[in-house]
């Protein structure tokens, strides 16, 4: 699998990273260098082997599913760039 | 007497305990000691306020005899570790500002101690590195000096290393994913272990890999990182991969007493092109062991070759995701906007300028692994793997191995910017030795075990069975008084 400019460009906006287009090339091969290391994966006889979820055999634990903690707008508010009125501020998002 | 800022742990909870310092002596002398330490870097926000108000509070509980074991010593956070109302960004730029409203559980559960915090450590930028190159705030140069050049501390958790190594605190907390304790612990001298995946919470923690990031101590030796460890685990029902199992008093369990144990030496992890004095320091750990009554045993773990591999699809993948939270709206930089742009170009530009190099591609590489026509061929083909990597390591504790010898690092310290041109997997390759104990979510630890020819430090690894650190701990007390490894760097900075 090699990634073109257009597959880069494609993951970039996936991840909403701006990069501009010069940019694309070299991004482009460092993608192309990992995924050539990730490709040795593909040696290994994966048959029948359950993709691991969990690392300890631990069963999450489980709670009544109610509100326990609340009431703190100003401290959620507190380290944002743009807050106004007890809300977080975006650019318009509507036309 | 010693200087009190280079006393261990042990040492100084004793003399705290004996009336013979002061928690406000301790703490001034490693805020001296950081005053001086500017050119390693190490320290990016102080707080000498903070630290000498807890260290008059913990000298008052000393007094009523309330102490336990942590209480009045002076440590270093990593700046992973959110800790509130102190600058807590990860080493990034995208969490600049960032103050948190909360502190984290391991953090809390050190403060509750009456452990006394100096100051945040610096990092490679969301732990992802092994240079400390890729932080925000610059590098962290190893107080460890052979010639002109300025070598790296490792990372990630290089600030932490480097100020343990050069004594500005007696200790500091670590996080490692894929080695980021072990592998700056080996390049500094000194002990770094990371427990089994659930021992200590990740609560308040800035998440990397959720499945993989695991919180531990550094110290100046095993002792040390068996009092701080015992602080910083326990269950918490904020973390709901946190572990709720008891805790055993891991100091008491150093005897040093290994006859009996079984120690396997895996044949896999004798790499090609390895450096002699790697394979001697390897040798000479094994003969110690032996030495000191343990059986040896030549084992085989046969997926190893595919760890890193497997590791650079999950981690990033998972990083994709725990990153998609830093969007420009509720803390951290937002990017300035030109007229017209909406929310799109707000995230776009926000992330751009946010992070950094090495984060962008690990994201996009997660993106990409993560994507819609690639998730089985590599997301799940690499969980499959992990499977593999975890049984290898079941089969071979089942055989009745109780602990595993590797070398710690492929290498010693090398030089800041020496693998500037180097692509991304030969950086990656530092962590061949640590980065399955993440995978299998096994405990391992590192200890400084001999010098190279240059006089640079080189550390041995023991991984042990799940949920045993305590066993795991006295075994490398055994080889570490064995190997008595005394030196330190000499003072250049």
């Keep these: ?95 | 007497m010693t200087e009190l800022n280079k006393l261990t742990l042990a040492e100084a909870r004793d003399k705290l305990r004996a009336g013979d310092v002061t928690s406000v002596e301790l703490t001034q002398a490693c805020l001296d000691a950081i005053e001086g330490a500017d050119a390693l870097g190490a320290f990016v926000h102080k707080t000498p306020e903070i630290a000498l108000e807890r260290a008059r509070a913990a000298d008052a509980r000393i007094a009523q005899g309330d102490a336990p074991a942590m209480c009045g010593l002076p440590i270093g956070i990593k700046d992973l570790f959110c800790t509130k109302g102190v600058d807590s960004q990860a080493a990034s730029r995208i969490l600049q500002g960032f103050k948190p409203e909360y502190e984290s559980t391991v953090s809390q559960q050190l403060l509750d101690d009456g452990a006394v915090m100096l100051g945040k450590l610096n990092m490679d930028e969301f732990a992802m590195g092994s240079s400390n190159e890729t932080s925000v705030y610059g590098n962290v140069v190893n107080p460890w000096k052979v010639d002109d050049r300025a070598l790296t501390p490792g990372g990630s958790s290089g600030g932490s290393a480097a100020a343990v190594a050069a004594d500005l605190c007696l200790a500091a907390t670590g996080t490692d994913t894929g080695g980021s304790i072990r592998q700056p612990a080996a390049f500094t001298g000194i002990t770094g272990i990371k427990p089994t995946y659930g021992r200590c919470s990740r609560w308040g923690i800035v998440a990397f890999a959720s499945s993989l990031d695991q919180a531990g101590p550094m110290t100046k030796d095993v002792r040390d990182a068996a009092i701080m460890l015992q602080a910083m685990c326990g269950h918490d029902p904020k973390d709901s991969t946190s572990a709720d199992i008891p805790v055993p008093d891991f100091e008491a369990m150093l005897t040093g007493d290994v006859k009996g144990k079984v120690i396997g030496i895996p044949r896999e992890y004798r790499m090609d092109g390895m450096p002699e004095e790697i394979e001697k320091l390897w040798a000479d750990g094994t003969a110690m062991l032996k030495d000191a009554g343990a059986e040896i045993r030549d084992i085989s773990l046969p997926h190893t070759k595919y760890a890193l591999p497997a590791y650079y699809v999950i981690a990033p993948a998972e990083a994709s995701s725990n990153l998609a939270r830093y969007d420009g709206v509720r803390y951290g930089h937002r990017a300035k906007l030109a007229q017209g742009d909406g929310i799109t170009e707000m995230y776009e530009k926000t992330r751009a300028e946010g992070f950094g190099h090495e984060v962008q591609r690990r994201v996009m590489v997660g993106t990409y692994v993560l994507s819609a026509g690639f998730y089985d061929a590599y997301y799940n083909r690499a969980r499959k793997v992990r499977t593999l990597i975890k049984r290898d390591f079941e089969q071979v504790f089942d055989s009745g191995i109780d602990a595993i010898l590797t070398p710690a690092t492929p290498s010693a310290a090398f030089g800041l910017g020496e693998m500037a041109q180097a692509d991304p997997v030969q950086m990656y390759l530092n962590d061949v030795f640590t980065v399955t104990v993440n995978l299998a979510g096994l405990p391992g630890v590192s200890l400084p075990a001999g010098l190279d020819k240059q006089g640079l430090p080189l550390g041995l690894q023991l991984i042990g069975r799940p949920w045993e650190e305590g066993d795991l701990l006295n075994t490398a007390y055994a080889l570490e008084r064995a190997a008595g490894f005394v030196a330190k760097p000499a003072k250049w900075w």
Aim: proline share 6%.
């Design chain 1, 1 to 95: 699998m090699s990634i073109d400019l257009e597959t880069a460009a494609k993951v970039a906006k996936l991840a909403r990273i701006k990069v501009e287009d010069d940019a694309l090339p070299a991004l482009a091969d460092e993608f192309n260098t990992i995924l050539g290391f990730i490709e040795q994966l593909n040696e290994v006889d994966v048959d029948g082997v359950e993709p691991m979820t969990s690392v300890t055999p631990q069963r999450l634990k489980r709670r009544e599913d109610v509100v326990t903690d609340g009431h703190m707008p100003e401290k959620i508010l507190s380290n944002a760039p743009d807050a106004r009125e007890g809300f977080f501020a975006v650019p318009k998002v509507m036309e």
